[in-house]
């Protein structure tokens, strides 16, 4: 559940916040959640994206929609309150597959793809990724605490992970 | 004003036309109902419109609340996916009309395997005669999957014809339909997701080019 002191990234956008701020997404599927957190600065940054790579796509103006484009946004939005790149660590959740298909078709595995494409892009960006839970056929929740990094994730019908 | 994906290509024109497959799909898709649970199924003229898929998951009771979704993959002329929506509380009632058997246990996210196959198999019925209507009107033949059902946050589900949706466009053919069985109502919606081939064969054998 939403609490008055948390702010909601909704699907296929992004947003920052400093601490004690929440960051939430609610009901990731086969999108994913990319955590980011500065420690010192206590600056924290969440992004629910839906895709692997906006460079595959011609409508691509959301730039919070794709891992490629999200991130880098993501990082400048965290540096315009106070984060430097070189302390943000990365959490990730999400990339489920929803409905048990044939997964031999690629389109049909965008979970999966999800979640590669977006460690390749932390890498790229050479931000370490210190926890993540992605794949299986469940949706999740998920929370972001700017004071601490604390990464809380909640799906139905199980208990309450923290990475 | 230029626009971009496929949004802007529609008019109310448009919408008109999708509403009138929708609502003979709907009617296709009660009778067909009513034969299988031997029950009167009734459903009105569905509403037609175009959401944003970031406002999708209000229509359905908000982004945390759990749904049933029964989704079919579409291939032939016309490739992409279809899903039909329901609440849980919805899928529990329906369940139990068609089965004789009122939900028993005190978990509400625990569906027996009968409910399930109930639930999969309604699904079924509705969307294929959604889609026969599609097919009929357009001309095409559309090979539908079998169903896949999942029960889960509504979020979480929808994030799968959204994003495939994504792809061409920010919005979502949403078609939201109320159905009663005997005196249970209950709301659903459907959601088509064509590819733009064949988004783009819609529209041109409607002949709305």
Request: proline residues 2%; contains cysteine; glycine residues 8%.
């Amino acid at each position: 559940m939403v609490r008055a002191n948390m702010i909601v990234v909704g699907m296929a956008d992004l947003n920052v916040t400093k601490s004690p701020g929440i960051l939430t997404t609610l009901g990731l599927g086969s999108c994913i959640g990319i955590a980011l957190y500065d420690g010192i600065a206590k600056v924290a940054g969440l992004a629910h994206i839906m895709l692997p790579d906006s460079k595959a796509i011609q409508n691509n103006s959301n730039k919070a929609k794709f891992a490629d484009t999200a991130l880098v946004k993501l990082i400048a939005d965290m540096e315009r309150i106070g984060a430097n790149r070189r302390y943000l660590k990365a959490k990730i959740a999400g990339g489920a597959q929803m409905f048990a298909f044939n997964a031999t078709n690629d389109n049909l595995r965008v979970g999966d793809r999800n979640a590669e494409a977006t460690k390749r892009v932390l890498a790229v960006h050479g931000i370490p990724l210190v926890a993540s839970e992605t794949g299986d056929s469940f949706g999740r929740t998920v929370e972001l605490y700017a004071e601490d990094g604390r990464f809380v994730i909640k799906a139905i019908g199980q208990g309450i992970r923290t990475l | 004003m230029e626009k971009t994906g496929a949004e802007g290509l529609f008019s109310e024109m448009h919408l008109d036309i999708l509403k009138e497959i929708g609502s003979m799909g709907t009617a296709h898709a009660a009778t067909a109902l009513s034969k299988m649970i031997n029950k009167k199924v009734t459903m009105p003229v569905p509403n037609v419109s175009w959401v944003e898929f970031k406002n999708v998951a209000e229509f359905v009771g908000g982004a945390e609340n759990v749904i049933a979704g029964i989704l079919v993959t579409l291939s032939g002329n016309i490739q992409g996916m279809m899903m039909y929506l329901m609440d849980i509380d919805a899928a529990h009632d329906l369940a139990a009309i068609v089965v004789g058997q009122e939900h028993v246990s005190e978990e509400r996210y625990a569906f027996t395997e009968m409910e399930r196959s109930v639930i999969e198999e309604m699904g079924n019925i509705l969307v294929s005669s959604y889609l026969g209507s599609l097919a009929g009107l357009t001309n095409s033949q559309i090979k539908p999957s079998i169903p896949f059902v999942t029960i889960d946050m509504a979020n979480a589900i929808l994030s799968v014809p959204a994003s495939e949706f994504g792809k061409i466009a920010d919005k979502i053919l949403f078609i939201e339909s109320q159905m009663s069985i005997e005196n249970v109502k209950s709301s659903g919606c459907f959601i088509l997701v064509p590819n733009l081939h064949s988004f783009y064969r819609i529209i041109r054998s409607l002949g709305v080019e």
